[in-house]
């Protein structure tokens, strides 16, 4: 059967891409006018403006209008999983960003994937459902930020979950958001965690439970093998709503602020140019990226910062774009032999038919996959009171993503920094909306983040070393195992080094004693009124795991936040 899906064949084939078909069927805009007005606007429909958009027009009285640049999800590989091989460096589905130069990183720059579609990053993402650790919202409060504690988000993100295993303590079944157990499983991965439990780093049945310690399979936002986005999940549900009205490819330019308080909208599409106004005020909800960059073009920022660029301060706040914090990932490669990797099956020109029919048919085997399937959380020196360092482990390699697959059978230990201690930033480089901001992530800028990254690939070298991983040959391709010394090491880290895709805390949450701060405890921006963000710029510092659902839980507080307070 032909479409524009694709070829299928067969009755499970034309099942499952009647119900593709069907999901993307929904009216996603209307007609453009030239006034617009609502009473909240949101802007963003990535992770969090899905989610707020849900939310705040649960209430029929309250019009909402929500303004995204990216387009629809009318593309096949935001729905396989696979497609992140083809979302990741396409601009159809990735803003394209990239950093400056970063010291840290022996002054490479790198790709820094955003995107640009509803669901956002969702729609690209791997899929990992990962809450993090109760010590970092715990953090929070400490903080001084009320409301923000473990026990006060969790039953934020089990309101959200739609969860494949019986309701229990620590999930729920219901929710907008689904959560299922991998469709695969690969044997060189199984023989990770034999290896990583030989090494000190137990096995867990789920990372969610507030403590993630220990190796295990990811839990993904799949449904019967198809991606679960938040657009999927939260936003287009909701379309049918009288009261809420979507458009994309619209691009905000600036806040409208007038005496103090944030009115509207100025956003463009196709050459044209509107102004939305907003009754009870405007949430942003573009990312740790967008965001800031938006702030500093609607005059909020720091004031040389933004006489520099030629805009007007409306309000002077030092913070916006500052506290960049993200994941850095190392990227360890070893070549195995005897078992299966997805670097063998890819290159067989007759096993990716294959791979393809058990998709269609099952929706199982690679096609399904997320990025990474096997995960474990573990410390790098008994100095850490839990877990500092994540892996991600994949049954692939390449050289970044993007990239083809390695000719060779391998796979890839990657691991990260949970809680870096460096600090960079996102600032806009022109009065232009639509010229890229600077990304500046500032990786292994200090001393702790550089005995981390040592400390961690010498734990991944200890864990390869096991008998499990021996068994298959495992053998160290990057970084060289002529890297024997901290230097070396360290030098390694440097070359191997990229994003996990994890940018937090450019519009960061504080105290009013905090001059950094952008929104307080309740996510208002600070001095002005009817502006809340709520995204993951707010957070003060980087949840210990995947980003996407704190993210999502941070909107779902918002939401709660404007209807308690009745406004913006």
């Known amino acids: 059967m032909g479409s524009r899906y694709g070829k299928a064949s067969g009755p499970k084939a034309t099942a499952w891409v009647e119900a593709l078909r069907a999901s993307q069927e929904l009216a996603l805009t209307r007609p453009a006018t030239a006034s617009q007005d609502a009473d909240v606007i949101v802007v963003g429909a990535g992770s969090a403006g899905c989610v707020l958009a849900n939310r705040l027009s649960a209430d ?24 992140y091989l083809f979302s990741i460096g396409n601009p159809r589905a990735d803003w394209m960003f990239e950093t400056d130069p970063i010291p840290g990183l022996a002054g490479r720059s790198l790709r820094y994937p955003r995107g640009k579609v509803i669901g956002g990053c969702s729609a690209i993402n791997a899929m990992i459902y990962m809450r993090g650790q109760a010590a970092d919202y715990d953090g929070w409060r400490q903080m001084g930020l009320a409301g923000w504690g473990w026990d006060e988000v969790l039953p934020l993100f ?88 979507l458009e994309t490819g619209a691009h905000v330019e600036r806040l409208l602020i007038e005496d103090g308080r944030c009115v509207g909208v100025r956003w463009s599409r196709d050459g044209e140019t509107f102004e939305s106004r907003a009754r009870d005020g405007v949430v942003v909800a573009t990312g740790a990226v967008g965001t800031p960059q938006l702030l500093e073009l609607s005059g909020v920022g720091d004031g040389e910062r933004l006489a520099a660029l030629g805009v007007e301060t409306l309000r002077h706040l030092p913070g916006v774009g500052e506290n960049l914090q993200d994941h850095l990932q190392i990227r360890p490669i070893y070549e195995v032999s005897g078992v299966p990797t997805m670097n063998a099956l890819y290159k ?21 996959m997320a990025p990474s399937q096997m995960g474990a959380f573990a410390r790098s020196s008994p100095d850490y009171a839990t877990p500092n360092l994540q892996f991600h482990v994949q049954p692939l390699s390449l050289e970044k993503f993007g990239d083809p697959l390695h000719a060779f059978p391998a796979i890839t230990i990657s691991v990260c920094n949970l809680r870096p201690t ?4 996102v600032h806009a480089t022109s009065p232009d909306s639509r010229a890229a901001p600077s990304i500046q992530p500032n990786y292994l800028a200090t001393a702790e983040d550089q005995r981390v990254a040592v400390e961690s690939l010498r734990l991944v070298r200890r864990i390869a070393d096991q008998a499990p991983l021996k068994a298959y040959g495992a053998r160290e391709r990057a970084p060289s195992a002529a890297a024997l010394t901290d230097e070396d090491i360290l030098a390694s880290a440097r070359q191997l080094g990229t994003t996990i895709f994890h940018p937090a805390g450019t519009a960061k949450m504080g105290l009013a004693t905090d001059p950094q701060a952008v929104v307080d405890a309740r996510l208002r921006v600070r001095g002005i009124e009817g502006l809340r963000i709520a995204d993951a710029s707010v957070m003060p510092t980087i949840t210990s795991g995947n980003t996407n659902s704190p993210t999502m839980m941070i909107a779902e507080k918002a939401a709660r936040m404007i209807a308690e307070d009745g406004r913006v």
Do not use: C
């Not at 679960?228 to 287009?236: I, Q």
């Not at 393809?356 to 929706?363: G, M």
């Open 422 to 425: 460096s600090r960079g930033g």
């Open 348 to 368: 067989s020109w007759w096993r990716r038919p294959l791979m393809a029919l058990e998709y269609a048919a099952r929706r199982t085997g690679p096609m399904s």
């Open 60 to 83: 029929p009285a309250r019009r909402v209008l929500v303004l995204e640049a990216g387009g629809k999800d009318d593309w096949i590989w935001f729905h396989i999983p696979v497609g």
């Open 158 to 245: 089990l309101a959200q979950e739609d969860h494949v295993a019986p309701p229990n303590e620590h999930h729920r079944q219901g929710g907008a958001w689904r959560v299922e157990h991998p469709r695969m499983r690969w044997r060189v991965l199984d023989a990770f965690a034999e290896a990583a439990e030989m090494a000190g780093v137990a096995r867990v049945a789920d990372f969610n439970t507030g403590d993630n310690a220990g190796s295990g399979y990811f839990q993904v936002n799949q449904k019967a093998g198809l991606r679960w986005s938040a657009a999927r999940g939260f936003l287009k549900p909701a379309l049918g709503r009288p009261n809420l009205r």
